[in-house]
């Protein structure tokens, strides 16, 4: 009895601690790790966006070819490469800030900082990620979050809008516990309800680090998707500052 009083206390005292790791996490910690998980220096991706106007119809897809650029946590740069129509087409954001450069104009606007012109899609593309899905800044800047189920293998984390102003009227996070990558956001609006889901569809090793390959966001008001597959990634790597400049990214 004494021996298996032992055995007991022993495996206690050496799985308490992982218990506890879980066990204390709060909504702000998670939050923070998952954004630390995803967090480079620089990076620099090759992509393509997939956009099916029904979701259901795999057949009926348009095609872009993009070129992605970030820095930190708040800047972020795009340009697109094919097709022909729209090449040259440059999407900056800092923060909460975004432009747009049109090479077919060749003019280049700020996007006006109200929910309205956030909740749109990039002119000439569509598809289902909006200025607001593609800009940059941290989720807990933007959200104040809350546990809503603590599960045996992910968190469910729902996250209110700390500005008046949001495109959302609240998001839904769904975390892993082993590796703090996000499997999918729900997002609602006032007008629509659940409007949209984000899924991580795939993850690989890229440039030595566990990166989301394929992403699938489903607009439940439209009844259509737009997919993301990242081809190639690196990250720390130098980029030149205009990338990130709104004065010089589309010169």
Not at 187 to 197: I, L, V
Not at 219 to 230: A, L, P, Q, R, Y
């Amino acid at each position: 009895m004494i021996r298996k009083t032992r055995f007991f206390l022993l495996c206690a005292i050496l799985l308490f601690p992982a218990f506890l790791a879980h066990c204390g996490e709060d909504a702000l910690s998670i939050i923070r790790k998952v954004e630390e998980k995803q967090s480079v220096d620089t990076s620099k991706s090759q992509l393509s966006i997939l956009v099916f106007p029904d979701a259901g119809d795999e057949k009926n897809v348009r095609t872009f070819t993009v070129l992605s650029y970030s820095q930190g946590d708040e800047d972020s740069y795009m340009e697109f490469l094919s097709p022909r129509t729209i090449r040259g087409l440059k999407l900056l954001s800092k923060g909460d800030d975004q432009w747009v450069y049109f090479s077919s104009t060749g003019r280049c606007r700020k996007i006006a900082s109200s929910s309205k012109s956030k909740k749109r899609s990039v002119k000439g593309v569509g598809g289902d990620f909006s200025y607001e899905d593609l800009g940059g800044g941290k989720l807990e800047e933007k959200y104040s979050f809350e546990i809503r189920r603590d599960g045996k293998t992910e968190w469910v984390l729902e996250g209110m809008p700390k500005k008046e102003d949001s495109v959302y009227s609240k998001i839904v996070i769904y975390v892993h516990k082993s590796n703090y990558m996000i499997s999918k956001i729900e997002y609602y609006t006032e007008e629509e309800g659940h409007y949209k889901d984000l899924r991580t569809d795939e993850i690989k090793i890229m440039g030595g680090r566990e990166t989301a390959t394929r992403m699938s966001m489903l607009n439940h008001d439209k009844g259509s998707k737009t997919t993301i597959v990242i081809h190639s990634a690196e990250y720390d790597t130098p980029l030149d500052d205009k990338y990130f400049n709104p004065a010089r990214f589309y010169k």
